[in-house]
């Protein structure tokens, strides 16, 4: 059976849509991240699913039971919330124990699952002190804690790792993953971060323009994006695009001319491309290399050099103006202003149409 | 700092620091001295040391007055803070409905004591009052809101407290408005009942100002004058006679300045005195809390 279902969930705000008819459907124990910018509906989202707002139309349903129609609190699902939300006069043990007080767990109970809880999450020091006493990175933990210790069957993380700084996040990040080894429920993540989708996830959902634009395993969103804009929000830097012209040819795969007019090679079949109409390429910077002169498939002249020890990524301009992320070795002689040859390898190139879906090497096109 | 830099400063601290020193610590110190003498409005004061205090000590209607004046602090302030808190929950929302509402509990406040008091005259008043007619039309007793030692006592807190809950619940709606949402949605999922939410979250929350409020309304109610004045004259028979009444016809009837500023100074202390005692309690309270 499926753990969580969503069928066709709408909402707006007033005259302001916000989410236009999302479905979904998660495995059992699946971490599922949803990502996207700002105002993309992620949260309307995953506040939808908790019941902290109320869908204009659709169902939510987990494991097989209606959750729309129920107050927060009956849905089976607990929520770490992006700045916490602790209860800041009650103590890490109560902020833990409330829920389950309020739900008529045994005494007993309460006491041995938030035991268990705050030695997994080594607070059990803590337990008596006040939220306003402890660290960012200890209250995300007693709040991760709150959640544990209701079992539920769906876990509900909003942002869980924006408010921690860059060392803690990485570490909580892990944690994150080993929690998720423990637990026997299903995950979602909040986040705009695509590098937290990227490790924690099963399978990102990615949402923008209040719509999912693409549901699939983090290497499959990164390798065949649907469309520009999974291409562009996925991947860091982001992914090169350039308008392009169709080669006529009678080869199987697509080639395609710049406007600088270099000729690229790719491993898209022919077949499935749209007749006619715009095509713009896609090329991840690593596909795009800095090479000698007589490597080189094109130029383009250097506008901005980042070195980051072990690769270097330049910035620069084709001719005619596209702008074009590269890779280069880490020890990399390339200076601002110079002219570099470029080398682009075609068998990683994507191509998109003027609808933006994307086509990709290697099989049909995933619209 | 250098001198020029010292004396900046003093510039502009001095228009306050001036008039402080004149409204207030002046009168403050010359009050205490005028305690000592025994003055009345025309000419000089003659040193009696304590013998204003000895005498106000044994004077039935002034340590009648105390009582007075604590019985109706007691009256009005607990109805007071849990009437202008249950206000503040009602109307914490974000409606045009309660933002009308909010305006109208308000506007009590900004009336001046006479129009108050006249107001409530008509409500009160023992033969033609509201609710004596309305008492009257049902066919009981009408209650002599005026006339009775206990009830006039009530007239004044009922007085009081429409007159002042437009503060108090001002403020606790500031201290409600500040709990983030957020623990709210956390309670909803943590199964919370309203009941609960209330104790384990709002009602923590709103600690420091439930203490204002009472800190705050104790200092005022302890001065309660122009009610006592306008509405029952000190009456019947002396019940309503507050301190500050006391204090007043003493200094105005009576032309005795010297025993009226000891009685003053009295009332001062004793202000003074319960609100640190407030203000201790309420400090050890929140250190056994560990800071926020």
């Known amino acids: 059976m499926a753990s969580l279902e969503i069928v066709d969930v709408r909402k707006s705000y007033g005259e302001t849509l916000v989410l236009d008819g ?28 908790a ?153 990102i959902i990615v949402m923008n323009d209040r719509r999912i634009q693409q549901i699939g395993p983090p290497m499959e969103i990164y390798a065949r994006p649907a469309n520009t804009f999974v291409a562009r929000f996925v991947g860091s830097p982001a992914m090169n695009l350039a308008p392009v012209d169709l080669v006529e040819g009678g080869g199987p795969f697509a080639r395609v001319k710049l406007p600088d007019g270099a000729e690229v090679e790719t491993r898209v079949a022919q077949a499935g491309l749209p007749k006619g109409g715009v095509l713009q390429l896609g090329l991840r910077p690593e596909s795009v290399r800095v090479v000698p002169e007589e490597e080189a498939t094109t130029s383009a002249k250097v506008e901005l050099v980042e070195r980051l020890g072990e690769r270097t990524l330049v910035y620069a301009t084709l001719e005619g103006g596209q702008p074009v992320t590269a890779e280069d070795k880490g020890a990399s002689a390339v200076r601002i202003g110079d002219r570099v040859g470029l080398r682009v390898d075609g068998s990683a190139a994507h191509l998109f149409g003027a609808d933006g879906a994307g086509h990709h090497a290697g099989a049909a096109a995933a619209a | 700092m250098n001198a020029r830099g010292r004396l900046g400063g003093l510039a502009f601290v001095a228009p306050f620091l001036l008039a402080y020193t004149f409204l207030l610590i002046y009168p ?104 004596s007619e309305t008492a009257q039309a049902l066919g009981a007793e009408p209650i002599p809101f005026l006339s009775h030692p206990t009830w006039s006592l009530w007239a004044l807190a009922i007085t009081t407290i429409w007159w002042s809950i437009g503060l108090p619940m001002m403020l606790f709606l500031a201290g409600l408005q500040q709990i983030p949402g957020d623990v709210y949605e956390a309670a909803a999922l943590d199964r919370a009942s309203r009941w ?97």
Do not use: C
């Open chain 1, 51 to 203: 019941g902290l707002e109320t869908a204009d139309s659709g169902e939510v349903r987990l494991e097989g039971r209606r959750i729309d129609a129920l107050p927060p609190g009956d849905r089976g699902v607990a929520m770490v919330f992006q700045h916490y939300a602790l209860y800041p006069h009650m103590s890490v043990f109560d902020n833990m124990a409330f829920g389950l007080r309020n739900a008529g767990v045994p005494k007993a109970e309460i006491e041995t699952r938030v035991a268990e809880a705050a030695r997994v999450l080594e607070i059990e020091a803590h337990l008596d002190k006040k939220p306003g006493q402890m660290s960012g990175g200890q209250r995300q933990r007693v709040a991760i804690g709150r959640a544990i210790v209701k079992h539920p069957r769906l876990f509900l993380l909003d942002e869980p790792l924006s408010n921690l700084d860059a060392a803690l996040r990485m570490r909580t990040r892990v944690e994150l993953a080993q929690l998720r080894q423990r637990v026997d429920a299903a995950v979602i993540m909040v986040t705009h971060d695509q590098a937290e989708a990227m490790t924690l996830a099963d399978r």
């Open chain 1, 22 to 49: 999302v479905s979904l459907a998660m495995e059992p124990r699946e971490f599922v991240a949803f990502l996207g910018p700002s105002g993309s509906g992620k949260s309307t989202l995953l506040r939808i699913i």
């Open chain 2, 28 to 131: 403050l110190i010359n009050g205490i001295i005028l305690s000592f003498q025994h003055v009345d409005l025309f000419g000089g004061g003659r040193f009696v040391g304590l013998d204003n205090y000895a005498r106000l000590f044994a004077d039935a209607t002034f340590l009648r007055s105390i009582l007075t004046t604590f019985m109706l602090a007691l009256m009005i302030v607990p109805l007071l803070t849990i009437l202008s808190l249950a206000l503040a929950l009602a109307l914490n929302r974000a409606t045009r409905g309660a933002a009308i509402f909010r305006g109208i509990f308000f506007s009590s406040s900004v009336l001046s004591v006479t129009i108050v008091t006249l107001i409530w005259r008509f409500v009160l008043a023992p033969d033609a009052g509201l609710l």
């Open chain 2, 196 to 292: 609960a939410t209330l104790r384990r979250v709002t009602l923590p929350a709103l600690k420091r100002t439930v203490v204002l409020v009472v800190m705050l309304q104790t200092a005022a109610q302890l001065q309660i004058f122009g009610q006592a004045q306008l509405l029952t004259g000190g009456g019947p028979g002396g019940s309503t006679r507050t301190m500050v009444l006391f204090i007043f016809e003493t200094a105005f009837a009576r032309w005795e300045l010297g025993y009226a500023t000891a009685a003053a100074e009295i009332l001062f202390l004793l202000i003074v005195a319960l609100t640190l005692a407030q203000y201790a309690a309420t400090m050890r309270g929140s250190e056994a809390d560990g800071g926020r």
